[in-house]
């Protein structure tokens, strides 16, 4: 009993040292959600749009011709809300097909070098570099993601989908950990996002109580707010894209 005493002990104190400034601990959104036809584990749905407020995304700022029956074709294939992708694209490169990151990042999708040879192979890909095999290796991905995190309700999923679609699944099963260890739903973007701030190296500390490492297993992370504002950001997107697109 004393040993279970002082653990938990140990671990409220923990939680009240280490909580999060308020830069990456606001409280997530409940976003209704539109369901597709084959279930939440099969599918990656999108958000029900608001409809109190106008778009400020209007048509013009997707190549609908360009890009719409690639993305629609590679959507369906996977399942996965087309105007979701779109949104996903539009902060990822802004439309822009060739442009490259500082980190390598290529195309529409902005596909990591890693992860465009592994889809090359997964998919017999010719080149992930072009505007369709790049399209559908990034969709293919957020579907792969979203099969991950199985639990939780599909809001969180398609949340924690996102955030690792940009910092990276083991950021995000990092944070995972840490949520599990501090009592936080680990299954639930609101936990999720509470836990993020907690991969930098000055919660050290904690980590120790987490990993035998002594870290996170896939490294630390210097900031977070990067991967909350992309995942409120496309959520935004899908909203206004959800208004105009369909």
């Known amino acids: 009993m004393t040993g279970w005493l002082n653990h938990n002990i140990v671990r409220f104190l923990l939680i009240v040292m280490f909580l999060p400034s308020a ?3 606001q409280p997530a ?3 209704a959600l539109v369901m597709l036809s084959k279930g939440a584990n099969d599918t990656l749905p999108g958000f029900a749009p608001r409809t109190d407020e106008a778009s400020s995304c209007p048509h013009d700022t997707f190549p609908v011709s360009r890009y719409s029956d690639i993305v629609q074709k590679y959507s369906d294939r996977y399942n996965v809300d087309w105007t979701l992708v779109v949104a996903v694209i539009r902060e990822e490169s802004s439309f822009r097909a060739n442009v490259v990151s500082r980190k390598g990042a290529y195309g529409l999708m902005q596909l990591m070098p890693r992860t465009r040879s592994e889809l090359v192979r997964k998919l017999g890909l010719k080149d992930a570099r072009n505007p369709p095999d790049n399209i559908r290796g990034g969709i293919f991905q957020l579907m792969t993601l979203y099969r991950i995190f199985r639990y939780g309700t599909a809001d ?3 949340s ?4 690792a679609y940009n910092a990276g ?5 990092d944070a995972m950990a840490i949520a599990a260890y501090l009592g936080y739903d680990p299954h639930s973007w609101g936990g999720v996002r509470r836990s993020l701030p907690m991969l930098a190296e000055r919660y050290k500390s904690l980590h120790q109580y987490i990993w035998k490492s002594g870290r996170p297993t896939f490294g630390y992370m210097r900031d977070c707010s990067e991967t909350v504002r992309y995942v409120e950001k496309v959520k935004q997107d899908y909203n206004d894209y959800a208004l105009t697109l369909r």
């Open 29 to 31: 959104s409940t976003l």
């Open 169 to 173: 699944l083991g950021r995000v099963l």
């Open 160 to 163: 924690l989908t996102l955030a």
């Open 23 to 25: 830069g990456c601990n």
């Open 156 to 158: 969180d999923r398609i």
